[in-house]
């Protein structure tokens, strides 16, 4: 059972339009999400996160909108740059016993931004 | 500061044997982090390692184990290889433990484990 999902696999964009990616959780105890960016043969790098107290966070070019009672959220990158060609990873966390919080993963979008 | 470096890189086994992949964090973190990535599955959580304590485990058979060391390096291994084992595995540290909420976790660039 898929807790976060990426329903697009792939998402194709001009250069200096938006892009937007989304991500749907199914689990309400999730209360903080990030985004990861991975390019090929690196490992994934974190770029922005968002709190269940907030709805939207910016920063720079990327924000991060969050629909609680929809159970979900986007990112959102204005303008897009070739640069951000990359598959964009959503997470979702929530607080566990032990004290850390264990992650769960979409299985990820593949940006194309086409020059 | 170096990034999070995993060893090796690339490695290719056969159905049976057992295989351990190492991982070294940035200097100073202390929580380790493991990850599976396939392409149907996204990346998996594997387990968490702080103070060479196992603090955290995903839902993974036995045969995926895992230690760390008190210079924080650690180690996972899988015994007895099946064809499914065959992928990214990816290595995450950050200072504090856990995932977010500040304590920002800095992947390595994985090792790819191809199981023949």
């Known amino acids: 059972d898929q807790q976060v999902k990426q329903n697009s696999p792939s998402l194709s964009v001009q250069e200096g339009r938006i892009s937007i990616l989304n991500c749907d959780y199914t689990n309400s105890m999730f209360d903080y999400f990030l985004w990861y960016k991975k390019y090929p043969a690196e490992g994934p790098t974190f770029l922005i996160s968002i709190s269940s107290i907030k709805d939207k966070n910016e920063d720079g070019r990327f924000t991060v909108f969050l629909n609680k009672s929809a159970k979900h959220l986007s990112l959102h990158i204005v303008p897009s740059q070739p640069g951000d060609s990359a598959v964009y990873f959503c997470a979702a966390s929530a ?21 | 500061k170096a990034g999070v470096t995993q060893t090796p890189r690339y490695l290719i086994k056969t159905r049976g044997q057992q295989v351990t992949l190492s991982c070294s964090p940035i200097s100073g973190h202390r929580s380790v982090s493991w990850y599976q990535q396939t392409p149907g599955q996204g990346l998996q959580f594997l387990f968490e390692y702080f103070s060479e304590t196992q603090r955290n485990k995903g839902n993974f058979p036995g045969r995926f184990s895992g230690r760390q060391f008190s210079n924080s390096r650690s180690e996972m291994n899988v015994s007895t290889l099946e064809l499914g084992d065959s992928a990214l595995y990816l290595c995450a540290s950050s200072y504090g433990g856990g995932f977010g909420r ?10 790819r484990l191809t199981v023949l």
């Open chain 2, 102 to 111: 500040g304590t920002e976790q800095f992947f390595g660039p994985g090792t």
């Open chain 1, 95 to 115: 607080g566990s016993p032990g004290g850390s919080y264990i992650p769960t993963f979409g299985r990820g979008t593949s940006l194309i931004v086409h020059p």
